[in-house]
């Protein structure tokens, strides 16, 4: 279709989106970066945070632990590290991972250790957040 642009979001355990978008807003590793049809070719790397997908069915909201983007003039693939519909997001369940994560960081043995842990609380707390 004229004016959109195809996007897929791709998780390690299955294809989450493919669908026609007017535009997806993208954590990108250097800022917010806003994709519209016909956008410069172009990749990227994701930092964890929020994508935005405005389509017709209305916006979703998705977050996504990292990754890796894809631009073509006609087409958006996104390759998530994790990704979660912000209404999926349970509070409870949240809670007890980021308990789990703070916990895995009080016990890292080694700077690689720590410094996995501490992005991935980071990420939780981000989830938490959008959660509401």
Not at 6 to 19: G, K, Q, S, Y
Request: hydrophobic share 50%; glycine share 10%.
């Amino acid at each position: 279709m004229a004016g959109e642009l195809r996007f897929e979001l791709v998780a390690p355990e299955r294809l989450l989106l493919d669908l026609p978008v007017r535009m997806v807003t993208l954590p990108g590793a250097e800022g917010d970066m806003g994709i519209l049809p016909g956008h410069a070719p172009l990749i990227t790397g994701l930092r964890p945070g929020v994508l935005l997908v405005d389509a017709a069915e209305g916006e979703e909201r998705i977050l996504v632990g990292g990754g890796v983007a894809e631009i073509a003039l006609d087409r958006l693939t996104v390759l998530a590290e994790e990704a979660i519909n912000v209404k999926e997001l349970d509070r409870a369940r949240l809670d007890r991972m980021l308990k789990d994560a703070e916990e895995d960081l009080v016990d890292a043995r080694d700077e690689g250790a720590r410094t996995r842990a501490e992005a991935r609380l980071a990420y939780l707390r981000l989830m938490r957040a959008a959660a509401g």
